[in-house]
Antibody, heavy 125, light 107 residues
Framework: EAQLVESGGGLVQPGGSLRLSCAAS????????MHWVRQVPGKGLVWVSR????????SYADSVKGRFTISRDNAKNTLYLQMNSLRAEDTAVYYC??????????????????WGQGTLVTVSS | DIQMTQSPSSLSASVGDRVTITCRAS??????LNWYQQKPGKAPEFVIY???NLQSGVPSRFSGSGSGTDFSLTISSLQPEDFATYYC?????????FGQGTKLEIK
């Protein structure tokens, strides 16, 4: 069964940096788009970023654009999120999620079929 | 950005009840609408994609419908394990956006 395991979260001061990792197992990682989604404890889900299967295309939420960088290493079956210039409002649980980008009936459908357990990032002095 | 609005924000129901959660998009998104279930302290789990297609393994008491701007998730006969928070999410275009969530509680 597919499994995603995030790591790298922790406490960081405002303005600091952190790199999250998401290790994939139980499936062939390279064909899938991957995403990061975050959630402030007790609040709703917020999409952060996505990366194409071969790493050639990325997208970001406006709130993180220019500060966060998504990347992947298909040889290591690992997704990354480099977070720089962190702010208090970046405090959240960060989830990685797999996206099959399913092609059916002439269209591609994006959805998150497997999620990691999440890693907590706390930005505070 | 496309705004997703769910209603109600919370709902109390009993085991065996039929419940419907609605989700409205701020612009037309065809059928690019997904539903997730999240239990306290856990990661979300995928339920439905493309408005009405059930994830493998999800019980058939769950169903989804809608297209354009208005969508719904229906649970035909609530079971104890269904009490959770449900989120809709549009994948029509980035930034992908979620509804604020509907918390389904036991009456």
């Amino acid at each position: 069964e597919a499994q995603l395991v995030e790591s790298g979260g922790g406490l960081v001061q405002p303005g600091g940096s952190l790199r999250l990792s998401c290790a994939a197992s139980g499936f062939t990682f390279s064909p899938y788009w991957m995403h990061w989604v975050r959630q402030v404890p007790g609040k709703g889900l917020v999409w952060v970023s996505r990366i194409k299967s071969d790493g050639s295309s990325t997208s970001y939420a406006d709130s993180v654009k220019g500060r966060f960088t998504i990347s992947r290493d298909n040889a290591k079956n690992t997704l990354y999120l480099q977070m720089n210039s962190l702010r208090a409002e970046d405090t959240a649980v960060y989830y990685c999620a797999r996206d099959p980008d399913l092609y059916t009936s002439g269209y591609y459908y994006s959805y998150f079929d497997y999620w990691g357990q999440g890693t907590l990032v706390t930005v505070s002095s | 950005d496309i705004q997703m609005t769910q209603s109600p924000s919370s709902l109390s129901a009993s085991v065996g009840d039929r419940v419907t959660i609605t989700c409205r998009a701020s612009q037309r998104i065809s059928s690019y609408l997904n539903w997730y279930q999240q239990k306290p302290g856990k990661a979300p789990e995928f339920v439905i994609y493309a408005a009405s297609n059930l994830q493998s393994g999800v019980p058939s008491r769950f169903s989804g419908s809608g297209s354009g701007t208005d969508f719904s998730l229906t649970i035909s006969s609530l079971q104890p394990e269904d009490f959770a928070t449900y989120y809709c999410q549009q994948s029509y275009k980035t930034p992908y956006t979620f509804g604020q969530g509907t918390k389904l509680e036991i009456k």
